[in-house]
């Protein structure tokens, strides 16, 4: 199921969410890695993490990628054909993707050097589920292509799924939006996580519209894998320990087996548009933030005693 890790030793590993447009935010989050001299020797993404991981492992630098995301508009990543939809609402013709993302792939093609990513120091893995079996299939250096980026990246229902090796694939956060373990598999020390929503623990206030419910559904969706990776491993530092669980999972950072794992996160909700808001406003607003809340939430990893900013 796995890829074959490259024979090196990894004691970094960068791991980034899917979320859609707010990508943005891990942007920012880099930009302070990068400030602190902190460089992964592996990234593993899902969904726009897999763009913004393959972005940075294709050689890509900071103000390239900061360029890419404040000039990016949702025309460059999909397009609706309204008459295409009809005519399949009254012919009756199989599953039609709301959008159509052609203009991605073209993005992708004009935007990114991924012939580089072969040569690349830094080892990148991307997640994408395989939709006949159910399997979640991982992709690295040696084999990521433009197809590959774009099944992590297509989203069910609303994206077209991608053939991957004559094989249907669509988004890897299906199954695993927060890919930790071929971090953990690859024996990363140091593993500093971004999550794309609030992680366990933020108040997000009680539902009170239909509207609030789902969103509040999805943004529990988007943080599953990762609570329920967490929690797994507190039950299996629990049992090899004899100590009990970690004090919270509300924690920003832990110490366990010889690993370091630290969680990045927003604060509060970002809301349903924030996930297709391909802006110049939204992306310059999280970028900030990404920034901001990796400088504040990363202070005890870095042991940033006093604020130098």
């Not at 001299?37 to 393959?54: E, F, H, M, Q, R």
């Not at 990016?72 to 397009?79: A, F, T």
């Not at 009254?90 to 792939?105: A, G, S, V, Y």
Request: proline share 5%.
């Amino acid at each position: 199921m796995a890829v074959k890790p490259r024979k090196k030793k990894y004691k970094r590993a960068l791991v980034l969410s899917g979320g859609g447009a707010r990508g943005a935010y891990q942007v920012g989050v880099w930009k302070f890695l990068l400030e602190m001299g902190w460089k992964p020797d592996l990234i593993c993404g899902t969904s726009v993490g897999s763009i913004n991981a393959t972005a940075i492992g294709s050689g890509m630098n900071l103000g390239e990628l900061i360029n890419i995301w404040k000039t990016l508009e949702h025309g460059s990543i999909y397009r609706i054909s309204l008459l295409k939809q009809l005519l399949a609402i009254f012919t009756r013709r199989n599953l039609q993707p709301i959008m159509d993302t052609e203009p991605f792939k073209r993005f992708l093609q004009e935007k990114f050097r991924i012939e580089e990513i072969r040569d690349s120091e830094i080892e990148i893995v991307i997640t994408a589920v395989n939709i006949l079996t159910s399997q979640l299939k991982f992709f690295n250096n040696e084999v990521i292509d433009v197809e590959h980026i774009m099944a992590s990246s297509a989203i069910p229902i609303l994206f077209p799924w991608q053939y991957v090796d004559g094989v249907p694939h669509w988004d890897g956060g299906v199954m695993m939006n927060t890919p930790i373990l071929p971090a953990l598999e690859r024996g990363a020390s140091e593993i500093i996580v971004v999550l794309l929503s609030p992680v366990g623990g933020s108040r997000m206030g009680l539902p009170r519209t239909r509207r609030q419910a789902f969103e509040h559904v999805f943004e529990q969706q988007l943080i599953g894998s990762y609570e329920s990776f967490m929690a797994h491993l507190n039950w299996t530092y629990k049992q090899k320990s004899n100590r009990g669980f970690f004090p919270s999972l509300t924690q920003r950072s832990w110490d366990f087996e010889g690993v370091r794992l630290a969680t990045i996160a927003p604060d509060q909700m970002l809301g349903f548009t924030s996930i297709m808001n391909f802006s110049t406003r939204q992306a310059d607003r999280l970028i900030h933030e990404g920034f901001t809340d990796a400088r504040n939430q990363l202070s005890e990893f870095f042991d940033l005693e006093d604020d130098p900013y």
